[in-house]
Nanobody, 118 residues
Framework: VQLVESGGGLVQPGGSLRLSCAAS????????MNWYRQAPGKARELVAK????????DYRDFVKGRFTISRDNAKNTVYLQMNSLTPEDTAVYYC????????????WGQGSQVTVSS
């Protein structure tokens, strides 16, 4: 099983980034997918999740209206579009694959650093 994130980097406040997570080694279309993040000195926290079919989505309050999660089951890829970024969004972002909506991920990616700074 592999989950490989890409698209992180350095961006100025107010800017945008799009993270991608390419999956392999399991039946991607049957798993819910999640984006988590971990800032320095803080616990990992859920950012957004999407169900296997891409219909149901959920966001934490601190990203609602700014971030959008989506997936392409034909490409085995999940995305996180991040707009209006602030320094508080600085963290390592991880994608995770869950067998169903209610459980934490069974599989994790290696993480992608997002730094928001002027």
């Amino acid at each position: 099983v592999q989950l490989v994130e890409s698209g992180g980097g350095l961006v100025q406040p107010g800017g945008s980034l799009r993270l991608s997570c390419a999956a392999s080694g399991f039946t991607f279309s049957t798993y819910a997918m999640n984006w988590y993040r971990q800032a320095p000195g803080k616990a990992r926290e859920l950012v957004a999740k999407i169900n296997s079919g891409g219909i149901l989505r959920d966001y934490r309050d601190f990203v609602k209206g700014r971030f959008t999660i989506s997936r392409d089951n034909a490409k085995n890829t999940v995305y996180l579009q991040m707009n209006s970024l602030t320094p508080e969004d600085t963290a390592v972002y991880y994608c995770g694959a869950s067998r169903n909506w209610w459980v934490e991920p069974d599989y994790w990616g290696q993480g992608s650093q997002v730094t928001v700074s002027s």
